[in-house]
């Protein structure tokens, strides 16, 4: 028996450009001196160690030597920064064992329940990059099919306690959410400097778009700042009594984040995981009072008034149990709120409605008068219905524009300019009618073809709703692109299916389109 | 309004020397002129189009140019392979619509169960790589939790037909699979050439190691080729009545391959998906009789005779359906069979039991026998208990051995030679006692740490068995490697546990261990 050598080699970190979404992705040579290639697959998991600091990574093989060499290991940028450690440095690799509270996760896929402490792992491990975007599936599948309400209060802690955790002065801090869905419905941008005029404290953050064409931090973006710090913020709020900022920024619940960016491309949406999701946020932001708007419509995330209950019941158990007062609200959902849809054009419909422009979509502000009265009310001297016409007052003397202004002066010009995109096409009626139905779905699919959010001055404009009478070659809605193929491609989309619904004309006596 | 470019601009392929498994994986560049990658994530789904091919991929963005530059797009191996189309062309690339068929994984997940066309639908997709690994395990973990019997009957058909579909010209073809999990326990190489010099057909495909040190068709591979064609299997079988070749060159069941790439990571294993897996390949391979092994340990993949029970009647039930003979029995899973573990230590036990040699290991003779009997039987003319019989007379005649021969030679000789390796380690008694437990899972996992089944000689050679006495210093087995760091690798973790118990000492006084 031959005396082995004791020297382990090492390999040395470079960097790789590629971009790998948040996961921590490392490349090593197929010849690697340290690892034997042949020992691994695609997508295995191994671990970095270099002096205390170790990381687990997902491995990419490679038999290209200039990207990576035999001695050598490539670190993906998120994995670099998070390694901490210079380009150059000698790290150790091993095939990684995976994180202790996987055990729970496989379980859980066996039929089981968590305890409260297995998920506060699952939410610790997840918080430190220690699951793969495979783990976090197996998370999220294994618990989409059900769970109970002690698994649901006991992620929504978790999830709260893992970021940011803000704390007001002040006995009341309102916030409004809606669950999204419907494109158009700016309402936040209306509500919150309404109440801030009044003098309710009301520190909003908000979502950049997921899935649909904008957000409210990308909308509100086209206005100000929105890349507001903890410490920023609260001065914000000090002076403007609100703020609207972007979420992600100030870190409030990054356990949702990561999340949801495996739920995302999985299309996964489940009603537990949405409430643990906004409530930690809310939890984690300090709010004593919620208002939620569950918007109800054919083509809306929810589709009839049961689920909506079913919803309501599940955001008021989560808020009793926390002490949040939660009031949930169902709305119309049938249609896009305001006439924009992209940030630009959204951004146009909120300004429009804080001037009062006679021009100014009503339904935005008529839904955003009705919002900001149901929190209004939570100011004790303003109880018994008091609210809306407050609401109302705020907004004609003009007080709520200039809470606006001075929010904007307070978060400071946006990072970037943004103008309207000038490729336009305009979508026609193809015959007399009235319109019967709009698909949200459709229209929210359209503006993202057509670039929005990334082109802020992407989107759709719209000349009629439901209930308006157009007649054949009548403009329906404007799009508007940045760049010749989006226009292409929206075209293509806007003619396969544009979305509205003609019912027989009321002059004509027409069939059902 | 401007008239648009029309012109969609195009990419050129390259290959990108990257290995992504099993998955379609391509880059482009961040400034792409093709596709805007800000519109995507880490991990999105693109298609590429090209004449009147289609290939579904995941992206990665890069920024270095001299890996794939702003009008090219890399394609990792199997991407390559599959879109078939030279380096060099123009492809498009846009945004990928999932396939069809997840809309029903996503049911699943929210608890619907899916119907026949379903699950055939989803078998298809994943089949023709449709599915990114991600989207895979959401199938795999949705169906985890619960499976009715017509899903699992569903299922196993779907990927029966998914595959090669062997028809054999005989009324009685025999096999036999064992659950695995036992270290050595390589009783297919002994059974086969017994059954074959009775005359029975045993057209027998294994797999190689997933999980453990050694597959039987990384065993057998020391001895032949098992990398055979389905042609080459008919003809092996017409002249030697059975063969013992690799499953995975012979493609039946090819979706169970890939599910089993993404089981592996997620360390994924329920009882239905298990029966699925098995009986489809037993079908697609023509077998009408067949035995399986459930062996029952405390370290085995089954703990108990309830688990075996149950899975016996998932077998049962399908076979029932399918119109194979399923006979199910348990056996003794609580130590190794054979002395050898890695390929090169097991084939040496397999050809010691067929020569009949005085030191070959008496388990493995005697089980190997048990279950030759049981195929054996299912000859009408040997029924009533004449199988054990005749199975020992064909070992004990040395016919068994002249078949393994005929079928080794039959097969060609092995494709890479393989040794024992060279730098070895004993492991050692800390006392004086009685073996009374080994674990399985330790032993496994400490041969492939030494290198097995990359290293065919690589592995473990037992000195003692449950119920032997040793002494204090007394080896109780020897750890072979082929490459120091392995051997250190090897050493360190069998210092921290070498996966023996013993009991008191029947000579001394001694307390447990």
Redesign the interface.
């Known amino acids: 028996?031959?005396a082995?050598?004791?020297s382990?080699?090492q390999l040395r970190i470079r960097s790789?450009?590629?971009?790998?979404?948040?996961?921590n992705v490392v490349?090593i040579s197929?010849r690697s001196r340290a690892l034997?290639?042949?020992?691994f697959?695609?997508?295995?998991?191994v671990e970095l160690r270099c002096n205390s600091r170790a990381l687990l990574a997902t491995l990419?093989?490679?038999?290209?030597d200039?990207?990576v060499g035999p001695d050598e290991i490539g670190l993906s940028e998120p994995a670099l920064r998070r390694f901490a450690e210079p380009v150059g440095t000698l790290a150790s690799v091993s095939p990684a064992t995976?994180p202790e509270s996987?055990e729970a996760v496989?379980a859980k896929?066996?039929?089981e329940t968590f305890s409260d402490k297995a998920i506060a792992s699952v939410i610790e491990d997840l918080c430190h990059y220690r699951y793969?975007?495979?783990?976090i599936?197996?998370f999220l599948?294994?618990s989409?099919?059900?769970m109970t309400s002690g698994e649901l209060l006991a992620l929504t802690r978790a999830m709260a306690s893992a970021g940011t955790q803000l704390k007001w002065n002040a006995p009341i801090v309102v916030d409004k959410h809606c669950i999204g869905g419907i494109p158009g419905n700016r309402t936040s941008m209306v509500v919150v400097p309404i109440v801030a005029a009044h003098g309710l404290p009301v520190p909003k953050t908000s979502s950049r778009a997921i899935t649909s064409p904008a957000g409210t931090a990308d909308t509100m973006e086209v206005l100000a700042r929105v890349n507001v710090s903890v410490e920023e913020m609260k001065s914000i709020v000090a002076a403007c009594n609100g703020c609207l900022i972007w979420g992600g920024h100030v870190n409030l619940s990054p356990a949702d984040d990561i999340l949801i960016?495996?739920e995302r491309?999985?299309?996964?949406d489940?009603r537990e995981q949405m409430v643990a999701s906004i409530m930690s946020k809310k939890l984690a932001a300090g709010s004593t009072h919620l208002l939620v708007d569950l918007p109800v419509g054919p083509t809306a995330k929810l589709t009839s008034g049961a689920e909506a209950m079913r919803l309501r019941k599940l955001f008021e158990f989560v808020g009793g149990r926390f002490g949040i007062a939660v009031e949930v609200i169902t709305t119309d959902g049938r249609q896009p709120i305001g006439n924009g849809i992209g940030p630009v054009l959204e951004a146009r419909d909120v300004m429009a409605v804080l001037a009062n422009d006679p021009a100014a979509p009503a339904d935005l502000r008529e839904k955003s008068l009705r919002l900001a009265a149901h929190l209004l009310e939570y100011d004790p001297q303003l109880r018994g219905g008091a609210g809306y016409g407050r609401a109302r007052d705020l907004l004609d003397s003009g007080a709520a524009m200039k809470q606006m202004q001075k929010i904007i002066d307070a978060q400071g010009p946006p990072e970037c300019q943004s103008r309207l995109g000038?490729?336009?096409?305009d979508v026609k009626a193809e015959r007399d009618g009235v319109i019967s139905a709009i698909d949200c779905l459709q229209l929210n699919r359209l503006a993202r073809t057509a670039g929005a959010p990334?082109n802020k001055g992407a989107g759709i404009r719209l000349f009629k709703k439901i209930g308006d009478s157009v007649q054949q070659g009548e403009p329906l809605y404007r799009v508007f692109t940045c760049?010749?193929?989006e226009?292409?491609l929206a075209a293509a989309a806007a003619k396969a299916a544009d979305g509205y619904t003609l019912g027989p004309s009321p002059f004509l006596d027409g069939g059902t389109r």
């Not at 793969?132 to 783990?135: A, C, G, I, L």
């Open positions: 028996m031959t082995p050598d004791t382990r080699p790789v450009a590629l971009d790998t979404g948040r996961e490349v197929r034997r290639a042949e020992v697959r695609g997508f295995s998991r990419l093989i490679t038999d290209d200039s990207l995976p996987l496989r896929i066996r039929g793969s975007d495979m783990e599936a197996a599948i294994g989409a099919s059900f960016s495996v491309p999985l299309s996964l489940t000038d490729l336009a096409f990334i760049d010749p193929s226009h292409d």
